[in-house]
């Protein structure tokens, strides 16, 4: 009975990798895909976004977290979307500060994200450039939480600045840089993204 039991868990845990989960580690961030989407694809993606966040603003971010869309039962969510979004648009990203022996995690909703690009498209860069604002945006709180300035935006967020422009600020200026530049550099060279993936 103890050897089905240890068989049947090994099955259970082949048939949840199987259906879609899977890990990724880049610069000590997890990147999980828990979502329905293809697994590769997805946790590819967000490795592509990630290398055009500068390191330093994703010290102490521990998970990334891809799951389908977020669970509008929790009730501190859905005041989230109410204060953030008043006018009912989709949430695309959550972030989550370290708490105790919760890790500072950033959930994307990769349903929103994903939401009204056509499957031929799904392995251009749009996609990448769909996750990157959404990641960028949610690193944003990220530097905001840990009271550090930006590397990448030369200034540090501050109680006179409000946290969610300070967020959309890092996102549009991380978007800009993939948009305006038009050659690759060697750490992307080496992750083997090409021109025509930017």
């Known amino acids: ?32 895909n828990a979502s329905g989407m293809n697994s590769y694809m997805i946790t590819r993606q967000v490795e592509s976004s990630l290398m055009w966040i500068p390191k330093a603003d994703l010290e102490g971010l521990k998970v990334i977290r891809c799951i389908d869309q ?26 989550y500060r370290e708490r105790g022996e919760f890790p500072a995690t950033i959930e994307l909703y990769v349903g929103a994200i994903y939401r009204d690009i056509p499957g031929f498209l799904m392995y251009s860069s749009i996609p990448v450039l769909r996750l990157t604002e959404t990641l960028a945006h949610e690193v944003g709180h990220h530097i905001a939480a840990r009271g550090v300035a930006s590397s990448f935006l030369n200034f540090r967020f501050s109680h006179k600045t409000d946290e969610e422009e300070f967020a959309e600020e890092h996102a549009r200026r991380i978007q800009g840089r993939m948009l305006n530049n038009s050659k690759v550099t060697g750490e992307q060279k080496s992750a083997g993204i090409r021109v025509t993936d930017l």
């Open 70 to 95: 977020i669970d509008l039962q929790d009730q501190s969510a859905r005041n989230e979307q109410q204060k953030v979004h008043p006018h009912g648009y989709d949430i695309t990203g959550m972030y």
């Open 1 to 32: 009975m103890h050897s089905f039991l240890l068989v049947s868990e090994l099955y259970d845990e082949q048939a949840s990798n199987f259906s879609g989960s899977s890990e990724l580690f880049m610069d000590g961030v997890e990147i999980v």
